[in-house]
C-alpha cells in the first residue's frame, strides 16, 4: 500500500521527546515485546476513504499526505515498531468535526474533510497536530492509563495534555488538551488498546487534540 510504503522507507531516527510525568504501573502485566508499527496497523484496512466515520483513514491519509511534503519529519516515527510510543488516533468522525470547526462547513466524504483541513491550516499544522497525538518512550496501556488520573503526558509536538480520569468503573477517561474553548476528547470503548502486545499502541479518540486555540 502506497502510505506503507512511503512511511517504512521514512522510519524516524529518534524520539522528539519522552513522556511526561509518570504513569501508574499496569498491576502485573507483562512489558509488551513485539515490533509491529502502528503505521502498518493504520494502512491494514486499506490506502483509500472509504464510507465508515469510525476507523482511521483521514489519519493514515494525513499522515502519508505529511511525510510525502516533508520526508525528514518526525511523524515517521509511526513507522518504526522498535521506538515504544503511545498514540491517541482521532476517528474520522473526529476529523470531520474538527473541518466543520474550522471551515464551518460539514463535508459528506473522508477526502473532503482532508482537502479541507489541508486548505485551512496547512501541511505545517496538520503535521503538529499529528505529533501532538503520539507519546513517545512509553507504552501506555488502557489499564494504566485508568490508574492514571491528572497524569501529565508530554507529545511528540512538545506540548502536553493531561488523563482526566471520570469514572475508573466504568471505564471513562476523557484527555485535557491546550485549547480551552472545545470539547475534549474521550477515549472510545472497544478500540482501546489497538496493536496491543507491541511496544507501539494506540487509542482511539473522539475528538482531535489540539495543541492549541484552533
Known sequence: MRIRRTLSALVA???VAGAGLALAPAATAAPPTGTSSLAALLASDGDTFDRSWRDFDILDQAVGAVLAAKPGSPVAVLADGTVPLTAF???????QVLAKDLTHRWYGTEQE??????????????EQVLLYHVVPGATIDSGTALASDNAVLTTAQGGTFTVDVLS???GIVQLR?????DLNPFLVPGKLDLNKGNVQIAHAITFVLRPADL
Open 13 to 15: 531516527t529518534g524520539v
Open 89 to 95: 488516533v482521532p476517528t474520522d468522525r473526529a476529523f
Open 177 to 181: 488538551d491546550q485549547d480551552r474553548n
Open 168 to 170: 475508573k468503573r466504568w
Open 113 to 126: 474533510v482532508l482537502t479541507a483541513l489541508a486548505g485551512a491550516v496547512g501541511i505545517d499544522a496538520i
